[in-house]
């Protein structure tokens, strides 16, 4: 698990990755493309300051890829935090010109490990049975209900699971609270979840079959 980082050290990252690092490449670039055009186009006696221009350039382009280097070191961490974080947890993300609100959607099971790999979140696990109906399975797809909502899963997914010992259907998976609330300045969310892992059934209905008539059903997504 990571180290969690302030709410300066992203606003920092975010502005020199997005913001500083474009602005120094321009300038090099530009630079760059002066140099070459003074060397081969360029002779010394129509602009006598062109050996010290070309110098000061590299001088510059020098200090330049230093200052990044430094920055790359330091800054590091966010390249591989940010791929971590998924509007799952986060409801913007920041661009060149400030940032672009996303807002939020529900976390899925894919989200579980960027989530705690973030080290921003503290889990806890839940069971959940309220609403839960298990409908029972066809030849491909088993069916439940969510309150009064039909809903498939494949039977080649592995979400739906049948356990001995349980008497209901429950849904087990996470809850995640942020550890530092100042975070939320930034686009953080407070709580996030629930995000279901599983699907527990009693063994006993492992043999229920259901005959689907037709009528609206939704594959589940988890």
Known sequence: MSKAKSVEAWLKAEQYLYNVTPILFIIGVFLLFMMVFLLLYVKN??????????IGSLAIMAAMVLYLNIGNT??????????NVTTAIRDRQKKIFGYHLKGFTPPKVYDK???????LYTRHAIQESDGLTYIGETEYLYYFKVYKKLYNVSKNADFIEFVEGIEKPQFIG?????????????????EVGPLYTNLQLPKSMVDQLYEHRGGKTEVYDY
Do not use: C, P
């Open 74 to 83: 330091k800054y590091g961490w966010y390249r591989q935090e940010s791929l």
């Open 113 to 119: 490990a960027k989530i705690e790999a973030t080290g």
């Open 174 to 190: 996470f809850n995640y609270t942020l550890n530092n609330l100042e975070l939320v300045e930034i686009g953080f969310r407070t």
């Open 45 to 54: 006696r129509d602009f006598k300051w062109k050996w010290q221009f070309v």
